[in-house]
């Protein structure tokens, strides 16, 4: 009798073979696309070369979804910092950091 997982396992997310192309489009109608182009550029060419270096897709998938999740919640950003948030009660990581030492 072979052992077999109780429950199979998830297979990860692949993207679309168009993906990155939808998203390069919609990160270039989005308002911040003179800082999110380049750098969604950046990162793609990145993990091309290193996709091509070890032959692996994920750091592909990656950039995809780490740029999907970006233009997903950027609304929810932008409605939270135009209320007027009140950041006063949190403290500063690098005071935390000196706190430690």
């Known amino acids: 009798m072979s052992v077999q997982p109780e429950y199979p396992p998830v297979p990860s997310y692949a ?3 168009g993906a990155p192309a939808e998203l ?3 990160l270039r109608a989005d308002r911040r696309a003179a800082q999110w182009v380049p750098a ?3 990162e793609w060419a990145a993990a091309l ?3 091509r ?5 994920a750091g592909l998938y990656e950039v995809v979804q780490l740029w999907q999740a ?3 919640s950027a609304p929810a950003v932008d409605s939270f910092v135009a209320c007027g948030y009140d950041d006063t009660g949190f403290v500063e990581m690098a005071e935390l950091r000196s706190r430690r030492r």
């Open 15 to 17: 993207p679309a073979p």
């Open 24 to 26: 390069l489009a919609q």
């Open 40 to 42: 969604f550029e950046q």
């Open 49 to 51: 070369e290193e996709s």
């Open 53 to 57: 270096r070890t032959f692996s897709l």
């Open 70 to 72: 970006r233009l997903v």
